[in-house]
C-alpha cells in the first residue's frame, strides 16, 4: 500500500521524484491553481504559458510533465488538469481533488516518493488528495510475471511508494484524522478491489470467508461462518438454493463491530457470488468473462465493516457476506424449483441466473432478526440498472424516501455517482406465483426495480431498508480514468462507511 504523508516544506527543498501541481481549465487557457505558487515563480510566472505551448488546457484528468525548474531537488514537475476553474472564492471540490490526485499517481507508476502540491483550503480537502493518490496508486499484479510476488519486475512500473501532500498542517488534528481516515478507508477499499479481481478458481466461498476470517481477528472484528451444515441446519434455502450446483460449498459470514459508545446499530448486507454462470439459466458466450465480479457488493460490506473498526466509529455495525458460486450440474437448482428461504416464505424460482435475489433474500432476514435501525444491502444484481444509469452509477432503492435521499446524499458527498429510484408497486403483481408464496422473476421492463421489490419482501417489519444496486459502477472494463482502475473499482465502500460515520455522529436519522 501506499505510503501518506503531510508536509509543511517548501516545494523547492523538497527531495522527491515528481512534484503534482494542479491546473484548471480558464477562459483563455489553463491557469494554475493555488498550491503550486512556487514553481510558478521558479518559471518566472510564465508556467501557465508553458503549460499551454506543452498542449496543456486544465481539463479533468489530463496530465502534462516538464522538467523541474532550475534550483529544484525534484526533477520532474506533473500537472494534472482540476477541471473547469471555480467561481471566484468557491474553491476548488472535494471531488475534483481526488480525481485529479488519482490521475496523477496513475501517471507516477514506477516513482518511489511524489510531493504533491494541489489546492489544500482544509483538512478535507488535505484528506481527498490522499484519498485520491492512495486509489489512483493501485495495482493488481499478483498473476503477472512482473507482479508483487516476483522478486523483480521485469516489465511493469511498481505503484508509487510514497505521497507527501504538501501545504497541510501535520500536527493539526483535523489534518492528521483526514490522514488516518484516508489510509484506513483506502486500504480496505483497495483490498475489496484485490477480491474482486482474484480469479474465481482462487476465490471461492471458503476462500473468501478465510480472508475475512483473517481480517476481522487483525482488526478486532468479531466473526461467524455458517458452512453448508450449518446453512441447512438453519434453513437457509435460498443461499443452499443457489449454492446446490457447485463443488465450492456456500457460506453465511457475519462480521460484527461494536463500539461501547454506541446508540445505532446498522447492518450491511453484500451479494456474494464468487462466480456466476447463470446456472441452469446459462448465461450466452460473451457474459461470463467477467462473473468473478458478482461478489462485489460482499467485497464491500466486508472493507466497510473493518473500515469502521479500524475508524473507532461510535457505532454499532453488522456485516453478513452471502457467499455462493452459481453453476450448472446435475445437482443444480432447475427453472421451477421450490425454495424455502429463511424467512419461512416460498420462492419459485423462474430463472436461475436471478440468484443474487435468492442469496440475499435470506442474508437480510438474518440481519432483520437482529432488529438493527437500518439496513443497507449492496448487490451487483441486475443488468437492467445498467441499462437504466450506465456504466458509473448505481441506483439507490428503499422502503423509506427520507432514508433513499440520505444514502444517495452520503454517496454524492464521498464521490461516488448514485441516482435514487422508485419502487413501483404496481410492479410486485408480476411476481405472484400459482406454486409458492413468491416468484424470483417479474416484469421483464424495469427488472432493477422488480428485483428491489423482491428484497424488500424479506427485510422485517418496520425496519428502515436501503437496496444500492451497484451493477455498473463495480467492474470497470474501460479504461483508467481519475482514481478507478481497470477491474473491480470498490463501488459502495465509501457510501457504507460515510453512513457509519453519519449514524456515530447522530446525523442520519
Not at 484528506?127 to 492512495?134: D, F, N, R, T, V
Not at 510514497?162 to 478507508?185: F, Q
Request: proline content about 5%.
Amino acid at each position: 500500500m501506499t505510503a501518506l504523508t503531510l508536509s509543511t516544506a517548501a516545494a523547492p527543498g523538497l527531495r522527491a521524484d515528481a512534484i503534482v501541481i494542479g491546473v484548471a481549465k480558464g477562459d483563455k487557457g489553463p491557469v494554475v491553481a493555488p498550491g503550486a505558487e512556487a514553481v510558478d515563480k521558479a518559471y518566472d510566472g510564465g508556467l501557465a504559458g508553458v503549460l499551454e505551448t506543452l498542449g496543456a488546457s486544465g481539463a479533468e484528468g489530463e496530465v502534462t510533465k516538464l522538467p523541474a525548474p532550475a534550483g529544484f531537488k525534484t526533477p520532474l514537475v506533473v500537472a494534472v488538469g482540476l477541471g473547469a476553474r471555480p467561481e471566484k472564492d468557491a474553491g476548488y471540490g472535494t471531488e475534483a481533488l481526488r480525481r485529479a490526485a488519482g490521475a496523477a499517481a496513475r501517471a507516477l507508476a514506477g516513482a518511489k516518493r511524489a510531493a504533491f502540491a494541489l489546492p489544500v483550503a482544509d483538512a478535507a480537502s488535505a484528506g481527498a488528495i490522499g484519498e485520491g493518490a492512495l486509489l489512483g496508486a493501485y495495482s493488481f499484479d499478483v498473476y503477472k510475471d512482473n507482479g508483487a510476488n516476483a522478486r523483480g519486475r521485469k516489465n511493469g512500473k511498481a505503484p508509487l511508494a510514497e505521497v507527501t501532500v504538501l501545504g497541510a498542517r501535520p500536527r493539526d488534528k483535523a489534518y492528521k484524522a483526514a490522514v488516518e481516515r484516508a489510509t484506513a478507508v483506502c486500504e480496505e477499499l483497495n483490498r475489496a478491489r484485490d477480491l474482486v479481481n482474484t480469479p474465481p478458481n482462487d476465490l471461492n466461498p471458503e476462500a473468501f470467508a478465510a480472508v475475512a476470517q483473517a481480517a476481522a481477528k487483525e482488526h478486532g472484528v468479531k466473526v461467524q461462518v455458517l458452512d453448508e451444515k450449518a446453512l441447512a441446519k438453519g434453513g437457509y434455502g435460498g443461499i443452499l438454493g443457489v449454492g446446490a450446483g457447485s463443488a465450492s460449498a456456500p457460506r453465511l459470514v457475519k462480521l460484527s463491530y461494536t463500539s461501547s459508545k454506541a446508540k445505532k446499530h446498522l447492518a450491511f448486507v453484500g451479494k456474494g457470488i464468487t462466480y456466476d454462470s447463470g446456472g441452469i439459466s446459462l448465461k450466452p458466450a460473451g457474459h461470463n468473462e467477467t462473473m468473478k465480479c458478482d461478489m462485489s457488493g460482499a467485497a464491500a460490506v466486508f472493507a466497510a465493516v473493518v473500515a469502521a473498526a479500524r475508524l473507532g466509529l461510535e457505532v454499532n455495525v453488522t456485516g453478513w457476506l452471502a457467499l455462493a458460486e452459481n453453476m450448472p450440474s446435475g445437482s443444480a437448482t432447475r427453472p421451477g424449483d421450490v425454495l424455502r428461504m429463511y424467512s419461512g416464505k416460498t420462492v419459485e424460482v423462474l430463472n436461475t441466473d436471478a440468484e443474487g435475489r435468492l442469496v440475499l433474500a435470506d442474508a437480510l432476514w438474518a440481519a432483520s432478526l437482529e432488529k438493527p435501525d437500518a439496513i443497507v444491502d449492496v448487490a451487483t444484481l441486475t443488468g437492467a440498472m445498467m441499462l437504466a444509469l450506465g456504466s458509473r452509477t448505481f441506483g439507490v432503492m428503499a422502503n423509506d424516501d427520507a432514508f433513499r435521499s440520505a444514502v444517495h446524499e452520503a454517496a454524492e458527498e464521498v464521490g461516488e455517482a448514485a441516482w435514487p429510484m422508485p419502487l413501483p408497486e404496481h410492479l410486485r403483481k408480476g411476481m405472484d406465483s400459482a406454486t409458492a408464496d413468491i416468484a424470483n422473476m417479474g416484469e421483464r421492463m424495469g427488472g432493477g426495480l422488480v428485483a428491489g421489490l423482491f428484497l424488500r419482501e424479506f427485510v422485517g417489519e418496520g425496519i428502515t431498508w436501503a437496496h444500492l444496486d451497484i451493477a455498473g459502477p463495480a467492474f470497470n472494463e474501460q479504461g483508467p480514468f481519475g482514481y478507478t482502475p481497470k477491474g473491480g473499482t470498490g463501488s459502495g465502500v465509501r457510501t457504507l462507511v460515510r453512513l457509519a460515520e453519519l449514524t456515530a455522529a447522530g446525523d442520519l436519522g
